[in-house]
């Protein structure tokens, strides 16, 4: 397998991943397939969409028939009214995308807010569930965020973002930016990319209705965690994460019986963009694996 591939060459490979739409709970919902192989579904953060796993995609369609989602409310899926943005909400629709696109079980990488979808998702189907890889993931034992949650959530503070979040480019990069360990691997066209979605109407509604229940979703999700204890689980952070802790690697992976953890050096929050030559590589070797010993960098606690 050639792990030289510059992202740009991955990106080239694009060709063939196909774009769909389905009906899911009377709303239009998007997705990205591409490859052969046992289903792998991806699926993004907070404030991203499919896009995030331009270089990732073409890379693990080698060896999976992937899906990466645009969660309803997000990205170029539609944004319903009213749309619950709870962490049990997000992971039973994010199974019932499961069933419109008859896929039974699968392996499951979500990142950042994804991440925690994708633990809740496991614990209420694990037979669903044959592998977790998780992307620096919102978990109990990060306190990153949780006081801007409750900050941006309060009615007038929300009310007042809604109006002019859409058209605040700068505002924009200077996020973009943050989640990089090193601003100067964001790529030309990244943040293009992630404003696109942001021009459509409803954009950051539903993106602070999750917020809104933030603190209780987390306690929710430590206490299903044990449904879960038994998936072989990969951790992937960067150590220079601005948004999720990375010293709750250990206590989250403590969670787990067979986990290993990737700590990658001088990287932020986007991995699979920062560095998807070594991002690819560890998730491509976790799931040719299978249930052989992989040894990975595992972070001190």
């Given amino acids: 397998m050639n792990h030289t591939l510059s992202p740009e060459s991955i990106a080239q490979a694009a060709c063939s991943i196909e774009d769909h739409w389905i009906t899911l709970d009377g709303a239009r919902m998007r997705y990205l397939r591409a490859g052969s192989g046992p289903p792998l579904l991806l699926l993004h953060g907070l404030l991203g969409y499919s896009f995030s796993w331009r270089y990732a995609l073409p890379y693990l369609a080698r060896q999976a028939t992937v899906h990466a989602v645009d969660m309803l409310g997000v990205g ?20 019932r995308f499961l069933d419109a696109v008859n896929v039974e079980s699968c392996d499951l990488l979500g990142t950042s807010h994804g991440g925690a979808v994708a633990m809740m998702a496991a614990a209420l189907a694990p037979e669903r569930i044959q592998r977790l890889i998780l992307v620096a993931p919102v978990n109990p034992w990060s306190h990153h965020g949780k006081h801007m949650a409750a900050f941006l959530s309060h009615p007038v503070v ?23 360990g090193d601003s100067r691997r964001v790529r ?5 990319g992630y404003s ?6 409803g954009a950051f509604a539903h993106e602070l209705g999750i917020l809104r229940t933030w603190k209780q979703d987390l306690l929710d999700l ?21 948004a999720v802790d990375p010293v709750s690697a250990q206590p989250l992976g403590r969670q787990f019986k067979d986990c290993r953890i990737l700590t990658l050096d001088g990287v932020g929050h986007l991995p699979y963009e920062e560095v998807p030559e070594e991002f690819n590589r560890a998730v491509a070797e976790f ?3 299978r249930h052989a010993s992989v040894t990975f960098h595992t972070a001190e606690a």
């Fill in 76 to 95: 170029f899926s539609d944004r319903p009214a009213g749309l619950d943005g709870g962490l049990r909400a997000s992971a039973a629709r994010l199974l």
């Fill in 158 to 180: 929300a009310a007042f973002f809604l109006r002019i979040a859409p058209n605040l480019q700068f505002m924009h990069g200077y996020l973009l930016r943050r989640l990089y």
């Fill in 188 to 192: 030309p066209g990244t943040l293009e």
């Fill in 196 to 201: 696109a979605p942001f021009a459509l109407p």
């Fill in 222 to 242: 430590q206490s299903v965690l044990p449904r879960i204890a038994g998936l072989p689980t990969l951790l992937i952070w960067g150590a220079a994460d601005a």
């Fill in 287 to 289: 799931l040719a694996a």
